[in-house]
């Protein structure tokens, strides 16, 4: 429910300024629950304020809450009703944890494919994470908690992620990596974390351009500003940039021990907080920050805690692994999925004997590691999930060693050791290659469950799967010419086995339900519903291989390739991807016909599923603009993008609405520019596999 925040005047008025200054600084939570904490005003009935992580569910401290999939996964699904769902059910576990703000999505656009933190991050293309994001803030604030769109801006890569700076031209922020944003600031988000990197030299805390003019004067967003954790570098900047709340705003446990750590990289110096505490009371008494400025701080905060009806008196009591939120988990990790390949192996009839292999087949994959981690209630395993469902024999080898987990709170001196992200049973110490070999040949279908491991502050090394899994792969699929690989992972993964296999399913990181889902998808109980966000192909073939744009060098990441991020980089060059931007297949097959431009905003296709069995597609459309001599332009772009679940033999006409950025383009000297001429739309099944064109005269 939306609410005017009324007596925010009033109250501000009534606030001294160590009250007032008590609202943009973090502090402890004294329930020890929270991510961040305000304490409020008692002596004016404003109450403490609680913000928690993250993206694929709650991290209240100490407290268990419905694991989802990774935002990956989400974004995966193309369904922004769907995601809308996540962000409402997530909101309310957020209200029973007692937390207002959830630190959540993370809208930052997948440039490089190593990065530890692409899980937790949507897509490649901006449109698409447009799309999903709105969605995820719609969801959270129906709830009456304040969403967090996060990391503003250009936070692309873990390795140095507090130092780095990312070099980018206007056209690309503009047309790339604020889009995202800017959508979520249009659908009411109540705040904005600013992220730990430096933009064109410029620290994002302190980016007034960036935060102050772009984001607040021009999209006139209304919420509050909120650093990263430790993320603040200035005070003066910092506030006068437009900088609104400073987190957690106390140093790490006020640890002397800490003086001396050496912070390795991408973690923050946790002993570096108070910035805006005492500094910025000074500054004020210096008329380095005006008055007005403070004000308007508070006024934000309070703003957001009026319109969430924290000043209403009633019961905000949440809800919390209700059947409905289980399901939920269940379902979004369903139509997150990704049916890569498939060689008539899928679906299994229900009586096949399978082998499950691999050396986590115990364990739920929860989520990477960092501020995003979970405890759930409950979780399948993989082998679970299909001993359950199979009517045939199951037999479960590990076949390889584990792979060593990651995780950001490892690296960090004052969380306890032993962490353990996942959870699950330990499966056999010195696993047999041999045995998982022998239970493949004896299996109508082996099915090979294969996982990376990628955390918050880490760059992967490299797109291989880690540790002895390709050989498993390859040593089951020569053994039986069925096999079939499922693939949990953060991002893209390399496959060198990809051709010796029947089919290849990506999971991502599924979450709580993982091994239900799986069966579900693996039986054909649903269709997998998901198509790829970002581009699978040879960590070569990416733009970003070059280190002067990753990891960058002498501190700078160049971005340099510009628009050419994605499918839009593999359309200007020669090498064809692994698999392209939205590809994924149904257990249904379709056929497209009729595509016509209705408007020149407007275009229709009919989608006819000549199946046997119900199947799910995802319409999208690409927008490719006419030459221009002097602008280089992407071949094509990702306009809109709609999704039909059809029975057998059904058809239906699907409506693509592409809006005027759909054909624009930023000019940094006249803004956003649509050229005259004739735009050609592409109806496709990924960014690859056209279906039909029709012209647009603009
Ligand atoms: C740092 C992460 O970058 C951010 O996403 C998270 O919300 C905060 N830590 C709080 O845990």
Not at 128 to 148: F, P
Not at 266 to 290: C, E, N, Q, R, Y
Not at 476 to 503: F, L
Request: proline content about 7%; overall charge negative; glycine content about 10%.
């Amino acid at each position: 429910m939306e609410r005017t925040p009324a007596d925010v005047d009033t109250l501000l008025a009534e606030m001294d300024r160590a009250e007032k200054l008590s609202l943009v600084r973090g502090t402890d939570d004294p329930e020890g629950t929270a991510t961040g904490f305000l304490p409020g005003v008692e002596r004016l009935g404003i109450p403490p304020f609680r913000l928690v992580d993250g993206p694929l569910g709650i991290r209240a401290e100490g407290e268990r809450a419905t694991a989802f999939p990774a935002s990956l996964a989400t974004a995966a699904t193309f369904d922004p009703d769907l995601a809308r769902t996540q962000g409402a059910a997530m909101a309310r576990e957020a209200r029973a944890h007692d937390q207002d703000a959830l630190l959540a999505p993370g809208v930052n656009i997948i440039r490089v494919p190593q990065c530890g933190r692409n899980f937790e991050y949507l897509s490649e293309d901006p449109v698409h994470a447009s799309d999903i994001g709105r969605a995820l803030v719609s969801g959270i604030q129906s709830e009456d908690v304040v969403a967090t769109v996060k990391h503003f801006v250009a936070n692309n890569q873990e390795t140095h992620r507090t130092t780095v700076s990312a070099d980018v031209d206007e056209r690309t922020l503009r047309e790339l990596y604020l889009p995202p944003f800017r959508a979520a600031v249009e659908g009411g988000v109540g705040s904005v974390m600013t992220a730990y990197n430096r933009v064109n030299g410029t620290h994002m805390s302190d980016h007034e351009r960036l935060v102050g003019d772009v984001l607040k004067d021009e999209w006139g967003f209304g919420g509050y500003v909120v650093s990263d954790w430790y993320g603040l570098e200035t005070t003066v900047g910092a506030a006068n940039a437009g900088l609104d709340v400073e987190m957690p705003g106390v140093p790490e446990a006020g640890d002397d021990a800490l003086d001396d750590f050496e912070w390795p990289d991408g973690i923050p110096d946790a002993t570096h907080a108070g910035l805006f505490g005492d500094p910025l009371a000074t500054a004020l008494d210096d008329g380095d920050v005006s008055p007005e400025r403070l004000d308007d701080m508070v006024t934000r905060v309070l703003g957001q805690m009026a319109r969430i009806g924290l000043f209403d008196d009633e019961d905000r009591p949440g809800e919390l692994d209700s059947q409905r939120h289980r399901d939920l988990a269940e379902r979004l990790a369903v139509r997150g999925t990704v049916l890569l390949d498939n060689d008539d192996v899928l679906p299994l009839a229900d009586d096949a004997d399978v082998a499950v292999v691999g050396p986590h087949v115990h364990e739920p994959k929860l989520g990477g590691g960092g501020s995003s981690e979970t405890t759930p209630f409950h979780s399948v395993s993989p082998a679970d999930g299909i001993e359950s469902r199979a009517d045939g024999t199951v037999t479960v080898a590990p076949g390889v060693p584990e792979i060593e987990d990651v995780s950001l709170f490892d690296l960090l001196p004052f969380v306890e050791s032993g962490h353990d992200s996942d959870g699950g049973s330990t499966p056999p110490v010195d696993p047999s290659l041999d045995a998982a070999v022998d239970a493949a040949a004896d299996a109508d279908v082996p099915i090979v469950v294969v996982r990376d491991a990628t955390t918050e502050a880490r760059d992967r090394d490299s797109l291989s799967l880690p540790g002895r899994q390709d050989e498993l792969v390859e040593a089951v699929a020569a053994a039986n010419d069925r096999t079939v690989v499922v693939v949990r992972s953060g991002g893209p993964v390399e496959m060198p086995w990809r051709d010796d296999v029947a089919a290849v399913l990506e999971q991502w990181y599924p979450g709580q339900a993982d091994g239900s889902a799986l069966a579900t998808v693996l039986y054909g109980d649903r269709d997998p519903g998901g198509r790829l966000p970002v581009t699978f192909a040879p960590e070569e073939a990416y733009p970003t291989s070059d280190e002067r744009r990753f990891p960058g060098v002498d501190g700078v990441a160049h971005y340099d390739e510009g628009l050419f991020v994605g499918y839009r980089h593999f359309d200007a060059t020669d090498h064809d991807p692994t698999y392209p931007f939205g590809h994924g297949h149904s257990y249904a097959t379709f056929e497209y016909r009729d595509a016509v431009a209705i408007d020149e905003s407007t275009v229709e296709v009919t989608v006819e599923n000549v199946a046997d069995r119900p199947g799910r597609e995802v319409v999208q459309a690409y927008v490719r603009p006419p030459d221009t001599d002097d602008i280089d332009r992407p071949v094509r772009e990702l306009a809109a993008f709609d999704a039909v679940a059809l029975d057998a033999g059904e058809s239906r006409t699907v409506s693509l609405s592409l809006d005027h950025l759909a054909f624009s383009r930023y000019d940094p000297a006249g803004g956003w520019t649509v050229d005259d001429g004739r735009y050609t739309v592409d109806v496709a099944r990924s960014a690859a596999d056209v279906r039909a064109s029709v012209r647009i005269d603009r």
